[in-house]
């Protein structure tokens, strides 16, 4: 069972590569306001949850659906 | 949750007055029918010219305006991360540019309606001078802040900026170059330092004067621009995030249009108008139009860059 602030991290190294300096601040108030809950406590099903608000919100950021797509599958991944 | 920046909108109200004494001074400021017949044009033909070229002068004001508030709403964003120093001195580089810029403009309209009334002293050497100061000194400041920010932002991947060798030859040749054309047209020109007929000087104080504190200032101005973008670009490759990058790359090519741009500008002003006007009244207000589209699209492309990174902070 990953840990979650191992979990945290990895998503947060996800984003990273999409979001650059600003996947720590995108991840934690996607945590915050559609978990409720402070981003170090999330878990695996969490993850899946916010997956889906993610995806909303990434797909506002950019036009080109494939960089949105393998935004997504590769938080999957991290759930599995 | 961010911040809502309060406030903001001060700018514009401070903008639309600046525009209101602009436009005061310009339409209460009688055509000089000497300039007239040394265009050969009539009065009424120069007051409409004059007013036309104020129209499009206000779209940069604008623009210039929308960008500094969307960076300014931006940095109150992301205050106390790892970015906000280095946005804030974009920030501060652009408000030098927009604000003293448009101060520029106006201390220059001033020139001119001062000197209608003027008989026996005239302020126009005052104005004109000042002027060419508020013109170089905001490229200057604003350039030295855009090099800073452009080491901060690489400073952000652990990393000390340092200009290579290759970068430092190629930029000082540039500069020399465009350097020696301008000192060229500068100094080969009659009017540049004294009243020739009924063409009024460029420059009101002496050659040496002139190149110590406006030219050499100029040039270094240049240099820091140059340095800046090279900084930019070389962040944009070490950034991560496509997403990211892709929206960094706006601002990125909003501040090289800017730069550049700015370095023409400097040039064709410091030149003088009436070295410019060998080129023909319609040819010199084609050339001006474009200019001036050139730097609205350059301050437009940065404020749709901060306004993309601001939609990160707010989805």
Redesign the interface.
């Known amino acids: 069972m990953v840990s979650t602030v191992m979990l945290y991290d990895e998503v947060v190294k996800v984003a990273d590569d999409f979001l650059g300096p600003a996947s720590g601040r995108f991840i934690d108030r996607q945590i915050r306001t559609h978990l409720h809950k402070a981003p170090s406590e999330m878990t695996t099903e969490d993850l899946l949850k916010l997956i889906d608000w993610m995806k909303v919100s990434v797909a506002l950021l950019t036009n080109d659906p494939e960089v949105v797509n393998k935004f997504t599958s590769r938080l999957i991944s991290l759930t599995r | 949750?961010p911040a809502k920046t309060k406030g903001w909108n001060i700018y514009y109200t401070i903008l639309v007055l600046w525009i209101l004494v602009y436009s005061t001074l310009i339409l209460n400021t009688p055509v000089n029918p000497q300039s007239a017949a040394l265009y050969n044009i009539s009065e009424q033909g120069l007051f409409i010219i004059r007013v036309t070229l104020a129209i499009p002068m206000f779209i940069i004001w604008f623009a210039g305006v929308f960008a500094f508030s969307a960076l300014k709403r931006y940095v109150n964003l992301?205050r106390d991360?790892?970015?906000e120093p280095a946005f804030r001195d974009m920030l501060k580089g652009v408000g030098f540019i927009v604000w003293l810029g448009i101060l520029s403009s106006i201390i220059s309209t001033t020139s001119s309606y001062f000197a209608q009334g003027a008989s026996d002293f005239s302020w126009r050497p005052i104005t004109s001078t000042l002027s060419q100061y508020f013109f170089v000194i905001p490229y200057l400041i604003g350039f030295s802040y855009f090099l800073r920010s452009s080491m901060r932002f690489f400073n952000?991947h652990g990393k000390t900026l340092k200009f290579t060798k290759k970068f430092i030859i190629a930029a000082s040749v540039f500069i020399s170059l465009l350097g020696y054309i301008f000192l060229t047209l500068i100094f080969s020109h009659e009017a540049s330092f004294q009243q020739v007929g009924d063409i009024r000087p460029t420059y009101y104080i002496g050659p040496a004067a002139a190149t110590l504190t406006l030219i050499v200032p100029t040039f270094i101005a240049w240099f820091l621009g140059i340095a800046s973008i090279q900084g930019f670009s070389r962040y944009v490759k070490e950034?991560?995030?496509?997403?990211?990058?892709?929206m960094?790359n706006w601002i990125s090519l909003g501040i090289v249009f800017l730069v550049f741009l700015s370095i023409f500008l400097e040039g064709l002003r410091s030149i003088g108008s009436a070295a410019i006007l060998q080129l023909g009244l319609w040819q010199i207000l084609a050339l001006i139009y474009i200019l001036i589209f050139i730097i609205a699209v350059a301050y437009i492309s940065l404020a749709i860059g901060v306004r993309?990174?601001t939609?990160?902070?707010s989805?």
């Open positions: 949750m992301i991360t790892k970015e952000l950034a991560t995030g496509i997403i990211y990058k892709s960094f993309k990174l939609k990160i902070e989805v």
